[in-house]
């Protein structure tokens, strides 16, 4: 089991920046990946990182703006906005597989979430 706790949600005007990050309870060694959620919308797939390989792999509304990253501890899961626009405005969850998946866009890839981090971009 893995325990996944975001931080770093906030309110900011457009063309800022934010971090997110998602401490877990123990290193994560399958793919790991941020959704972001607005109310009445499905869940949205935003960007994923294999930590074996480091390969990462972004949306592409977000591929020039946003970075993922994992620290050397493979505990703490970066979620770097840059360039921030009001439709990034979503709450944001982190989440973790427990086995290697092909279709890291799935939510059903992935067993563990956090709780949810809110991102408010404002014009």
């Known amino acids: 089991q893995v325990q996944l706790v975001e931080s770093g949600g906030a309110s900011v005007q457009a063309g800022g920046s934010l971090r997110l990050s998602c401490a877990a309870s123990?290193?994560?060694?399958?793919?790991v990946a941020w959704f972001r959620q607005v109310p009445g919308k499905e869940r949205e797939w935003v960007a994923v990182?294999?930590?074996?390989?480091?390969?990462?792999f972004l949306t592409d509304s977000v591929k020039d703006r946003f970075t993922i990253s994992l620290d050397s501890a493979a505990k703490t899961m970066s979620l770097q906005m840059n360039s921030l626009q009001p439709d990034d405005t979503a709450m944001y969850y982190c989440?973790?597989?427990?086995?290697?998946?092909?279709?890291?866009?799935?939510?059903?890839?992935?067993?563990?979430w956090g709780q949810g981090t809110q991102v408010t971009v404002s014009s």
């Open positions: 989440a973790a597989a427990d086995r290697y998946f092909t279709s890291y866009a799935s939510s059903t890839a992935y067993k563990f």
């Open positions: 123990r290193p994560l060694m399958y793919s």
């Open positions: 990182l294999y930590p074996g390989s480091g390969t990462t």
